[in-house]
């Protein structure tokens, strides 16, 4: 596939995830607006039902209020008995001061029995007498159907009871207004009578009270999240509008509108309202700010997944390649030390036959040293092999087995002590070094180092090596004395391919020494850390768990 072909490729790829993203977000941003819409309905719903549960409250302090002041009347009838007269009534309704503190009431009366056992009751007295109230007096209430339901009503059950709506007689002027009456019974005696028939029997008559309904309802609701609409009579059973108090009957009331249905001196009333004002600007704001941000946040994730696609397949890209070009080196690698470390063995078996036969002083010489830089030459494939596998493995394999690490570590120093007859290596141990360990990866630890060590100390300093198992975990330490190291280096000190600046170490290593011993410590769970100065020397110390 052409690179062509294969960026066209990777740009569809791309824009379809982007697109299916762009998609989804979008949907949310839809669902999420719709669901701050709900929320701001539904608290608008609740200020709204709250503001509808305050005019309630308010019309049930003034109904209970006028209630209150049609028992106190009868009261006061009741005490008069036969002795009352126009004027006590006259006085005792001017005492409750009804234009000033009962705003909404046209004026109180007494409807008298006029024989017993006869249901004719015409209106005797009604204060304050006005133009209004006195075209009412004389009037037979009993004689009309509706005001005649609210009086048996009252009388059968001992209570106030209101009537359905009603024109009031009072209404002589133009500005007609619909209006209801509540009656509340008087009979003989103090007490009311326990049966029907006895309060039918004992009935003196009704102390009542007219409303005109645009006085009653004037600046009783006045709630600025909600108006009302209309208040009409229903039956016990439904909620059919019956006559209307207030509002037009010729309109149609909305569907979403608030309706409550209240029980009004035993009268069911259906109040209707609306709410006034829509949600808070702040809420309306709110609603606008998730959906903007939902489109923004969509938009921008459609953005972020289109550049991750094109970035990860050009990061697969380049890992296809850094895989191609590592399967090449190790190949290279392994075909070098292999063709290498052929005839390098060749070389060393044969010095070794060589070393062993009676040969001048000169030709000796040149035996070992054609033995001894065959083994630096397996020491540097060796290395190399192990740097291609931690590289290539992700880490130098071990193989543990129960041993000491004293006994192993011993048996390194003799070998490098036997390679370098020259200098004086001290090896000491204390405490057990028993634990599971690759004996030939710690072998190799100790060889590096010490060798290290060899190149790059003072040739006329002992070098120490000890085992300390005296804790949980064993400690290999390697010390030398000499220049140290310095402190620039001390960062990249266990990097592969870094080498010291002592002279003559280019020529020895090719640098991979220490990056090992650090893969051989962490293979084993353990570390490695180094400290160096003029006045201590150098000091390699190796951490190993005792078991994996």
């Known amino acids: 596939m052409s690179r062509a072909a294969l960026w066209q ?179 003989a005696g103090r007490d009311v009578p326990e049966s029907v028939s006895q309060r039918r029997a004992r009935l003196r008559g009704f102390v009542y009270a007219p409303f005109r309904g645009t006085d009653f309802f004037n600046g009783l609701f006045r709630s600025p999240e909600v108006e009302l609409l209309a208040i009409h009579t229903a039956t016990a059973e439904s909620d059919r509008p019956g006559g209307f108090l207030r509002g037009d009957p010729a309109v149609p009331l909305p569907e979403a509108a608030i309706r409550r249905r209240v029980n009004v001196a035993g009268q069911p009333w259906v109040l209707v309202f609306e709410r006034s004002v829509g949600p808070p600007l702040a809420e309306r704001v709110m609603v606008l700010a998730v959906f903007v941000l939902g489109v923004l946040v969509s938009g921008l994730l459609a953005a972020l997944t289109r550049h991750q696609t094109r970035a990860r397949h050009r990061a697969e890209k380049r890992s296809s390649e850094m895989r191609q070009r590592l399967q090449f080196s190790e190949l290279l690698v392994g075909i070098v030390s292999h063709d290498l470390r052929n005839p390098l063995n060749v070389i060393q078996l044969n010095t070794a036959l060589l070393s062993q036969a009676e040969l001048p002083e000169n030709f000796a010489r040149c035996v070992r040293r054609i033995q001894a830089s065959g083994e630096q030459s397996l020491r540097m494939i060796r290395d190399l092999l192990d740097f291609t596998q931690a590289r290539l493995a992700g880490g130098i394999p071990v193989v543990r087995a129960p041993g000491d690490v004293a006994g192993i570590v011993q048996q390194a120093v003799d070998q490098v002590r036997v390679a370098h007859p020259g200098r004086e290596v001290a090896f000491s141990a204390q405490g057990s070094g028993t634990g599971t360990w690759d004996a030939d990866r710690i072998a190799q630890v100790v060889s590096n180092l010490v060798s290290n060590a060899i190149v790059y100390g003072d040739a006329n300093a002992p070098i120490r090596v000890a085992v300390d198992g005296t804790g949980q975990r064993v400690r290999l330490s390697v010390h030398n004395l000499g220049e140290p190291i310095r402190p620039e280096l001390m960062g990249t000190l266990f990097e592969p391919l870094r080498q010291g600046s002592s002279v003559g170490a280019r020529g020895r290593n090719i640098g991979l020494g220490l990056y090992i011993v650090q893969q051989i410590a962490r293979a084993h769970g353990g570390r490695v850390h180094c400290s160096s100065s003029r006045e201590a020397g150098t000091l390699f110390t190796v951490e190993l768990p005792r078991t994996s």
């Open 9 to 187: 490729r990777v740009r569809a790829a791309g824009a379809s995830r982007a697109a299916l993203v762009l998609a989804a977000c979008l949907l949310l941003t839809a669902l999420a607006t719709l669901l701050a819409v709900q929320v701001v309905r539904e608290r608008a719903d609740a200020v709204a039902q709250a503001a509808v549960d305050q005019e309630i409250a308010g019309l049930d302090r003034r109904v209970a209020a006028y209630l209150a002041l049609l028992r106190a009347t009868r009261a006061f009838v009741e005490a008069q008995g036969e002795a009352l007269n126009a004027d006590e009534f006259k006085r005792f309704v001017a005492g409750l001061r009804i234009p000033s503190d009962y705003p909404g009431i046209q004026g109180i009366g007494w409807s008298p029995r006029l024989a017993p056992g006869t249901e004719r009751y015409t209106i005797l007295f009604l204060e304050p007498l006005d133009e209004r109230n006195r075209a009412a007096l004389g009037f037979d209430m009993h004689s009309e159907p509706v005001r005649a339901a609210a009086m048996d009503r009252a009388r059968d059950l001992g209570e106030a009871a209101m009537s359905g709506v009603v024109l009031l007689k009072q209404e002589i002027l133009p500005d007609l207004s619909p209006g209801f009456l509540i009656y509340e019974p008087v009979y």
